[in-house]
């Protein structure tokens, strides 16, 4: 069936099944599968070939294809658009915990191509548990960005940022597409980054979401709700950041503390 192949799908020519397996033939599938992107021979975004030419180079029905399929989309090795097809998923961007890094420098840091799209910049009126946080009296404004943020031409998460105005006068002079927020915030504010707490937890994307950040069908959203310090204690800044769970995900340094034995 190689004639009904796309450009470059003769690597799947090579995967076999074994009909005398126990294994299934779903996982079995899955498995060669797995092997061959995780062998790096496909570039992310890479097309799957048709879920009919699958099915006759496996020998296999279509809900078995569709079987080994969804365990590939759970593992994060595909993902599906529907009426466009199957292709090989994007490695995720790791979030190492430990560092205070803002979205520029975390991209650059892995060698990759940092974008912003600004979708708004505002000064909105505060909340109570907003105020509090900022050590904010009533009537003061907040300015509110909204970006979308991107990795080397692709939507990886949906930013809104919160900081006080009176930290940061005439922020809207600088261009926030082009240029760090955290580094105009330290060299033209002389604000010194120190520490940040985050929150996570993941969801179901939203209409905005899907629409934002092109997630594909099945795929949950990573929601990192951020509080910035200065190194002098200040309250800085308060982010919502909304990130493909395909493309990125985090991870958390923990160390146990010694026990205090007893004599």
Excluded: W
């Excluded at 995780?38 to 879920?51: C, F, I, K, Q, V």
């Excluded at 191509?113 to 050590?135: H, I, N």
Aim: charged share 30%.
């Amino acid at each position: 069936m190689a004639t009904n192949l796309q450009p470059g799908s003769e690597l799947f020519e090579a995967l076999r099944l074994d009909k005398e397996s126990s294994t299934p033939a779903y996982a079995q599938i899955a498995e060669a599968v797995s092997g061959l992107l995780r062998s790096g021979r496909l570039p992310p975004g890479y097309p799957l070939p048709p879920e009919r030419v699958l099915c006759d180079r496996f020998g296999v029905s279509r809900m078995t294809l569709r079987q080994a399929m969804g365990m590939l989309e759970r593992d994060g090795l595909i993902f599906s658009h529907r009426g466009k097809g199957t292709f090989v998923a994007h490695d995720r961007l790791k979030k190492q915990q430990q560092e205070l890094r803002g979205f520029t420098e975390e991209i650059l840091a892995r060698g990759g191509k940092p974008e912003s799209r600004l979708l708004s910049f505002q000064k909105v009126a505060a909340p109570p548990a907003t105020l509090k946080f900022f050590s904010m009296t009533e009537g003061e404004s907040l300015y509110e960005i909204r970006r979308i943020r991107l990795s080397d031409g692709v939507p990886l998460t949906l930013e809104t940022v919160q900081l006080s105005e009176r930290l940061c006068p005439r922020l809207e002079r600088f261009d926030l597409e082009k240029n760090s927020l955290y580094k105009i915030l330290e060299e033209s504010y002389d604000l010194g980054l120190g520490r940040c707490v985050e929150e996570i937890s993941a969801e179901l994307p939203s209409a905005e979401h899907r629409r934002q950040l092109d997630v594909p069908r099945g795929v949950a959203v990573l929601i990192i709700h951020r509080k910035t310090y200065t190194d002098s204690g200040l309250a800085l800044e308060l982010t919502k950041s909304v990130y493909r769970a395909d493309l990125y995900s985090a991870i958390v340094h923990s160390v146990r503390r010694k026990r205090i034995v007893e004599k």
